[in-house]
Antibody, heavy 116, light 111 residues
Framework: EVQLVESGGGLVQPGGSLRLSCAAS????????MHWVRQAPGKGLEWVSR????????IYADSVRGRFTISRDNTKNTVYLQMDSLRAEDTAVYYC?????????WGQGTLVTVSS | DIVLTQTPLSSPVTLGQPASISCRSG???????????LSWLQQRPGQPPRSLIY???NRLPGVPDRFSGSGAGTDFTLKISRVEAEDVGVYYC?????????FGQGTKVEI
């Protein structure tokens, strides 16, 4: 059974940092690109970042480029999102998603709150 | 960025009746490889997103066959042939043809 489990969310002050993790199981991790998508309270879905199978190619939304870094450790079946210089508008539930021809499995999400 | 416009934004439905959601793209979603990377997602209240359809019309395993996707180029549709109570939620279209990936605004389906 495919499982994606996010962790690492929490309350952080503006300007602070957090690292989110997404642990994958139940499939061959290295066969799939991975995405991070976020959802601010009461809002729609916003794509954040994507990484290819070996971590050599990563792309970002304009709203996070230069502040967030996506990476993966294929030995640990885990994808990460390092979030620096956090702003109030980064407050959201962050989901990781496995991608085949499109996203096919999603995690339950982890809440990030940026507030003083 | 490719803008996806969904209509309607809210859709009151009757159990057992059909429902339809439109997703219109500002540009063609045909990729240079010939595929069209348009997906449909469902988000039930309080739940994470769930993927229903990929590449316009391909249902993911476990998705009931009352859900169908169609369209080409810039115009796409998600249809529910007979709405059931469990179908209540917000539906999103999503394009992965061109970076950055973008979503429609979401369509709320309610009984």
């Amino acid at each position: 059974e495919v499982q994606l489990v996010e962790s690492g969310g929490g309350l952080v002050q503006p300007g602070g940092s957090l690292r989110l993790s997404c642990a994958a199981s139940g499939y061959t991790f290295t066969n799939h690109w991975m995405h991070w998508v976020r959802q601010a309270p009461g809002k729609g879905l916003e794509w954040v970042s994507r990484i290819d199978v070996d971590g050599s190619d990563a792309i970002y939304a304009d709203s996070v480029r230069g502040r967030f870094t996506i990476s993966r450790d294929n030995t640990k079946n885990t994808v990460y999102l390092q979030m620096d210089s956090l702003r109030a508008e980064d407050t959201a539930v962050y989901y990781c998603a496995r991608c085949t021809w499109g996203p096919d499995f999603w995690g339950q999400g982890t809440l990030v709150t940026v507030s003083s | 960025d490719i803008v996806l416009t969904q209509t309607p934004l809210s859709s009151p439905v009757t159990l057992g009746q059909p429902a339809s959601i439109s997703c219109r793209s500002g540009r063609s979603l045909v990729h240079s490889d010939g595929n069209t990377y348009l997906s449909w997602l469902q988000q039930r209240p309080g739940q994470p997103p769930r993927s229903l359809i990929y590449k316009v019309s391909n249902r993911l395993p476990g998705v009931p066959d009352r859900f169908s996707g169609s369209g080409a180029g810039t115009d796409f549709t998600l249809k529910i042939s007979r709405v059931e109570a469990e179908d209540v939620g917000v539906y999103y279209c999503m394009q992965l043809t061109q970076n950055p990936v973008t979503f429609g605004q979401g369509t709320k389906v309610e009984i």
